[in-house]
């Protein structure tokens, strides 16, 4: 089945409530956004949610040290690159920080990329040493007007992105967000067949505040694509 984070997770009673949807991971974003949680909160949040659910933390070009504090306090399970990291500092999430605990956790490491000019070259980059577990396709944000990365609301030519898809897909999982809702985000599947997708601003009532029917939807519309080819 395809793997579906809900992102932008502010209470426990989302957190419930996508997780009763049927998601698979939660994301939690750590970085300027009206989404953003306090890791105090997230911690709390945690605690109370089931060990088969993943817990995603999102970063936005934050050190090293404050990641490993963010995930050491809180209780994440994978992190989530939202920002022009490089593929060096991703691999050592990846590879060489467990190297340095006695127990190290199994982190899953996404990245994230703007489907943009020269995403080719950020694709390439990440996929050739696989420096990460995942790569995130998202909408590039409009800069000019502020936007922060993630949650645009808007999607890209996905129809566009086949010409470079299935080959990225190939070397490493390929996760699909950007302006996916319960009505498109079949099609999209169809036309990209992605590991997983992403969803935040599809599935709220207001920014940082799920719709629990959105929720319910979405995850329907996604079980209902069918299985990943």
Known sequence: MTWVKICGTTSVEDAKAAIEAGADALGFIFAPSVRRIEPR????????????????????DEPM???????SSVGLTAIQLHGDETPEFARSILHDWPKQLPKPPRMRVLKA?????????????????RTVDALLLDSA?????????????????????????????????????GGLTAANVGQA???????GVDVCSGVERERGKKDYKKLREFVHAVRSAGERG
């Open 189 to 195: 599947i169809r036309i990209l067949n992605p590991w």
């Open 41 to 60: 909160r997230a911690r709390e949040i945690i605690a109370l949610l089931p060990r088969t659910v993943e817990k995603v933390g999102v970063f936005v």
């Open 65 to 71: 040290a404050h990641i490993r504090e963010v995930v």
């Open 141 to 177: 944000p409009r800069r000019a007007a502020g936007e922060p990365r993630g949650g645009t609301g808007r999607t890209f030519n996905w129809t566009r992105a086949t010409a470079f898809v299935p080959g990225v897909a190939a070397r490493v999982r390929v996760i699909l967000a």
């Open 113 to 129: 990329v703007a489907v943009a000019t020269g995403l080719e070259k950020d694709l390439r980059d990440f996929v050739a040493e």
